[in-house]
Every structure is written in structure tokens, then in C-alpha cells.
């Protein structure tokens, strides 16, 4: 079955810096795009970054591009996600997602909030502090 399981969140402080890393298993086909997502308390969830990987294209949100990098390790299929100078919005459970192997979902949705994509794992918790 597959599985997503992020790690690497915690709380940090104002102007750090952390990386989530997302191990994905039991794909019979590489995902056509992964990214990652994340809600904040009494917000909708909301996307951070995508890669789409059939054409090795990125996207970031506009709150964190400039200081946040997907990438994405395809021989042990991680995810990973570093984010500089995090400031206290970036408070939030982090998810990773991904798409079928064939098809990301409609790009609007994906680059929104993530809807339509079809794995997603547990999130990881990143608390940041003033």
C-alpha cells in the first residue's frame, strides 16, 4: 500500500531554519507530481511547493519562495522540503502529497490547497517562534 511519512519538523525559532524530509513506498510507478502542503490552526490548508515530475518543474507559493527548496531524491523516492528564514506564519502541520502516476490533477487545485491529489501523509508539525 503506499505510504508517505514526513519527518523533520519541530519548533524553531524566528529566522531559522529546518528540512522536512518525505519518504514515499510502495508506488509501482513513479508519481506524476509531489508536493508539499500545509494548514495552519483555524486556516485552510494551503500549498507550499510542487514539483511536476515529468517535466522536472517546479512551484513555489509565493510566502515562501526566495527562501524554500523542494527537491526531490528519485533513487530512494524522498521528498524534501528546506525553508529558510522561517517566521511565525510558517506555523503549521506540513504534509507531502502525490498524484497518481499518470496525471497530477487539475494544476489550479494542486497549486491552491492540494485538492485532488490522491496519497498524503500524516504531516509533521512546525511551530515557529518570535
Known amino acids: 500500500q503506499v505510504q508517505l511519512v514526513e519527518s523533520g519538523g519541530g519548533s524553531v525559532q524566528t529566522g531559522g531554519s529546518l528540512k522536512l524530509s518525505c519518504a514515499a513506498s510502495?508506488?509501482?510507478?513513479?508519481?506524476?507530481?509531489m508536493g508539499w502542503f500545509r494548514q495552519a490552526p483555524g486556516k485552510e490548508r494551503e500549498w507550499v511547493a510542487v514539483?511536476?515530475?515529468?517535466?522536472?518543474?517546479?512551484y513555489y507559493a509565493a510566502s515562501v519562495e526566495g527562501r524554500s527548496t523542494i527537491s526531490r531524491d528519485k533513487v530512494n523516492n524522498t521528498l524534501y522540503l528546506k525553508m529558510n528564514s522561517l517566521k511565525p506564519d510558517d506555523t503549521a502541520v506540513y504534509y507531502c502529497?502525490?498524484?497518481?502516476?499518470?496525471?497530477?490533477?487539475?494544476?489550479?487545485?494542486?497549486?491552491?490547497?492540494?485538492?485532488?491529489?490522491?496519497?498524503w501523509g500524516q504531516g509533521t508539525q512546525v511551530t515557529v517562534s518570535s
Open positions: 502529497a502525490a498524484s497518481t502516476s499518470s496525471y497530477c490533477g487539475n494544476k489550479y487545485q494542486v497549486l491552491r490547497n492540494g485538492e485532488g491529489l490522491r496519497y
Open positions: 514539483i511536476y515530475t515529468g517535466v522536472d518543474t517546479t
Open positions: 510502495g508506488f509501482t510507478y513513479n508519481a506524476a507530481c
